[in-house]
């Protein structure tokens, strides 16, 4: 009987044990797919040749596969919605964990889940048809369609990540903290900056990085907003094609394990390395630099 | 005794939402006296002494009702800065709460954020209030070090200094040595014992003994209601009352 | 300056209304001279950061209203049960609605139980050490992964390898692998909030570790667990990228009859009519219309998931 139960007990554990890898078995699965479809391109350009070539015409006889200009789109939307989303979205965190009244956090906060929740092609559509011809009207530029555009719109779906991360971050630092500035003198503002954002900059830090990661890797608003121009941009109104709008746009005529099919499996590539490396920095940071809570004794 | 105390608290009420903490405490704080608040956990002991110097406006739901002078001045007003006011009624908490910097700008802290610039000032008002606090000697080659690798007796002698930098007048002591060991205690009684020489202090404790070493008054606090107050050799032999006697003898239930 | 004895008593000759000490210490000249200064900086920052949160709450709002003032007018009944017609410039869009139910719905059932599990694992068998680390690592940059790379993973293995070709199924696993970390989460916060007091007391009466969670935990979690289901199911509900070469196709006049048949979806169907429809400024009402449903799909699920979610945290409280 006893047996019976101990072994049972055992064959759970296993089990769970092995479906918890599931995940790790996906990443790896999608490792090796894109790495399968990708490569054989670098039998057509060289990895350098496809890095920074300053040429993409998959289409052309010959073809050109470099993806520089969209690598380049890439880094410049993402840093530009990190101008705008990390000031904005760090500044809500303290704002609902140090200074909004709990009643009024208990509605800001959902609001920004909400946010997080919109389908991020409603938000590519809301650039399109609402925020571009405002920009084009205003700015008179050519089109809406931009960098700019783009980034905005980018901007708004890394917020939530970077506002709901940081404040967890703020919130659990040591409320003794909080207290020994305020018994000193200092001033809200003045614990904050001094007391507050030391102490949780880590988690802060974690929190723009996934943000940023989820910024470069967003595929419908730039699908749809970034004007589609293969091109270094050279303002930050002109149109740009990041990666993933190339892969999404291109797939669907890309002819079946041709190489313009290899190319954009290998742009895959360069994302999902892109991101790795992004998250990989996020753990290291929230493993190294563990928040400093209290004082231990 | 001294003509005119330091603070006073006056038909003092405090709720937290609904529920009243306190209930018309007066009291008065002499210069060069230490003052130890007594009672069961509970008792509303930690509440008050939060109170004077306005730590429980961090609490949202909280009220307070009666008036509590500074000098002559309500801190409770309006126009009063509450800033200002924690800057001369500085505060040592029950667990040790350095910041994570060096100790140096530990120490500092409340020069820079009041605005002190004179590096030379810093640097002396730093040394001062750690010997003060009797740390000096054992930190002063590595001020630069960060204060979390210090013992926890240490931690709170840190903390004292800190507070002592700005000058204060009155100083609040919130069970400061709840979290240390005996020797460490000890260490913060001699200090109490030579900061009264200085400021006006005042002290939540739940040790009986603590009391009657460190404190001239003692005030017992029961259900929210200060129960009896004065000079702590009396309160400590001849109590008052039936329910004092109880408390400091342990037989209390 | 040290505030001495003397300057004590000197403050204090003088009743009625504070007096300034005659030596005034360096730390108060400094206190006053900025003081004005620091209320007003504190004020200003704390104002901005209001606008901050004000701006947040306001992105949603107003893009909910634009979906409103534009779309409310294409919902009918007609819209909601008819087919597409005349290259969807008319009629309705009743296989996107089913498509992106069936697209959700089959993404939950195939993540849920490998996500529970998952979660269950690592809240109450791992012990800390290289494994959990690992794993959690994985978990990680699995919800870091962006979701066109699950698009062209989909493609890659579901839609090629296994030969499932651009189908229901395709599309399903490629939300489940995609919806996956969201509900490993939620999960474990579920699982989190189990108080262990109902552990100890049920291995204390002899129950092995499974049967405490069989019994105990996994019912005590239930609700939160089933949040982070609604969750998942409209993230997944919500999600293009991962579709477009693994499920959906322009048009299909048919509703799906088998789980290998291309399929319509709500978020697909905005795209393609709003850049590549045969008139795109024609059927921008219909674009709206179809935003306005897969907007109302997607926040109602998530309040409802907020909403219950913050119930159940309030009862354990």
């Known amino acids: 009987m006893r047996n019976k139960r101990q072994s049972a007990e055992k064959l759970m554990q296993r089990i769970f044990f092995s479906i918890a890898g599931a995940s790790i078995a996906i990443l790896f699965l999608i ?29 052309s006889d010959p073809p050109d596969f470099g993806i520089f200009p969209l690598i380049i789109a890439s880094v410049s ?23 909004a009244s709990k009643r009024v956090a208990e509605i800001v906060k959902p609001t920004v889940e909400l946010l997080a929740a919109l389908p991020s092609v409603v938000i590519g559509f809301f650039g399109m048809v609402v925020v571009a011809p405002f920009l084009q009207d205003v700015f008179d530029i050519p089109t809406g369609l931009n960098l700019f555009n783009s980034a905005l719109m980018l901007a708004f779906m890394s917020i939530p990540t970077i506002c709901s991360l940081s404040e967890d971050a703020i919130y659990s630092v040591s409320p003794g903290l909080k207290e020994g500035s305020l018994a000193l ?42 004007g589609g121009a293969g091109m270094i941009p050279e303002s930050i109104f002109s149109p740009v094609r990041p990666l993933p709008a190339s892969i999404a746009a291109e797939m669907a005529e890309a002819p079946f394990r041709g190489d313009h099919y290899y190319a954009l499996f290998a742009i895959g590539i360069v994302l999902f390395v892109f991101t790795l490396l992004f998250n990989l920095v996020a753990d290291f940071i929230a493993h190294k630099y563990r928040q400093v809570g209290e004082a231990s004794l | 005794m001294s003509p005119k105390p330091k603070m006073t608290s006056s038909n003092l009420d405090f ?41 429980n406006d961090l609490i949202p739901i909280s009220r307070v009702e009666g008036r509590i002078l500074l000098d002559d001045e309500d801190i409770y007003e309006p126009s009063l800065d509450v800033v200002m006011l924690r800057r001369r009624v500085g505060m040592v908490f029950q667990k040790p709460n350095p910041f994570p910097k060096s100790i140096f700008e530990n120490t500092a802290y409340g020069l820079r954020v009041n605005g ?71 260490k913060i009684e001699e200090l109490i014992h030579e900061l009264k020489e200085l400021y006006t202090i005042i002290i939540v404790t739940h040790s009986m003994q603590q009391a009657a070493r460190v404190s001239d008054m003692t005030a017992f606090f029961y259900m929210g209601k200060l129960i009896e107050f004065g000079d702590t050799d009396t309160m400590f032999t001849r109590p008052k009352l039936k329910q004092t006697e109880d408390y400091i003898t342990g037989r209390f239930g | 300056m040290d505030i001495t004895k003397d300057q004590y008593s000197e403050e204090h000759q003088s009743a009625g209304k504070p007096v300034k000490p005659k030596n005034i210490s360096v730390i108060q000249k400094a206190v006053e001279a900025r003081h004005r200064r620091r209320k007003l900086v504190e004020q200003v920052l704390f104002t901005t950061f209001r606008g901050a949160a004000v701006i947040n709450g306001l992105a949603l709002f107003i893009i909910i209203f634009f979906m409103l003032k534009n779309g409310l007018s294409a919902i009918t009944w ?28 089959g993404a939950i059932v195939i993540a849920l139980p490998i996500g529970v599990a998952s979660a269950i694992y690592l809240n109450e068998y791992a012990k800390p050490g290289l494994i959990l680390r690992t794993i959690r690592l994985g978990i990680n940059n699995l919800a870091g992964v962006p979701s066109v790379v699950f698009g062209l993973f989909g493609l890659a293995f579901f839609v090629t390898y296994l030969k499932m070709g651009v189908s229901l199924v395709s599309g399903c696993l490629t939300l489940a692998a995609l919806s996956l970390p969201v509900i490993i989460g939620s999960t474990e916060e579920a699982l989190k909030a189990v108080p262990d007091t109902y552990r100890e007391a049920s291995l204390g009466l002899g129950a092995t570790k499974w049967q405490t969670i069989y019994r105990v935990v996994l019912p005590a979690s239930l ?95």
């Open chain 2, 15 to 55: 709720y937290y939402g609904d529920f009243q903490a306190l209930q018309d405490v007066n009291l008065e704080f002499h210069e060069r006296q230490v003052t130890a608040l007594i009672g069961p956990s509970g008792c509303g002991k930690s509440t008050y002494i939060r109170c004077l110097n306005r730590m």
């Open chain 3, 78 to 105: 007609e819209f909601l049960s008819d087919v597409p017609r005349e290259s969807m410039t008319k009629g309705g869009i009743l296989p996107c609605i089913v498509g992106t139910a069936l697209l959700g719905l």
């Open chain 1, 185 to 226: 003198g200092a001033t809200r503002w003045e614990t904050i900056l001094r007391v507050i954002l030391p102490a949780s900059i880590s988690g802060i830090s974690t929190a723009v990085i996934l943000g940023m990661s989820r910024a470069i890797g967003e595929t419908m608003v730039v699908l749809m907003v970034a």
């Open chain 1, 31 to 59: 490792m090796v797919f894109l790495f399968m479809e990708g490569l054989p391109i670098f039998g057509v350009v060289s990895v350098g040749d496809f890095l920074f070539g300053h040429y993409w015409y998959p289409t």
């Open chain 2, 116 to 186: 002190v610039k004179d590096k030379g000032f810093i640097q002396n008002r730093v040394e001062e209030s750690l010997k003060r606090a009797a740390l000096w000697d054992e930190v002063k080659d590595r001020l630069d070090d960060t204060a979390l690798g210090l013992s926890g007796g240490q931690q709170q002698r840190l903390c004292i200094a800190r507070a002592l930098a700005v000058e204060p007048e009155v100083l609040l002591m919130d069970e400061p040595a709840s979290a240390l060991d005996p020797i460490a205690t000890q």
């Open chain 3, 223 to 317: 609700p939160g667990i089933l949040t982070g289901a609604i969750l998942g199911l409209s993230r997944a509900a919500g999600e293009t990228a991962p579709i477009m070469f693994t499920a959906a196709v322009f048009f299909t006049p048919d509703l799906p009859g088998s789980i290998f048949d291309e399929i319509m979806a709500l978020p697909y169907h905005i795209y393609v009519l709003a850049t590549a429809g045969t008139n795109i400024e024609a059927t921008r009402h219909l674009q709206y219309g179809t935003a306005l449903v897969l907007i109302a799909l997607v926040l109602g699920m998530n309040m409802a998931a907020i909403v219950w979610r913050s119930r159940i945290r309030k009862k354990l409280k």
């Open chain 1, 77 to 99: 939307v993402t840093a530009l919605s990190s101008v705008f989303a990390i000031p904005l979205g760090v500044m809500t965190a303290i704002y609902l964990a140090e200074l």
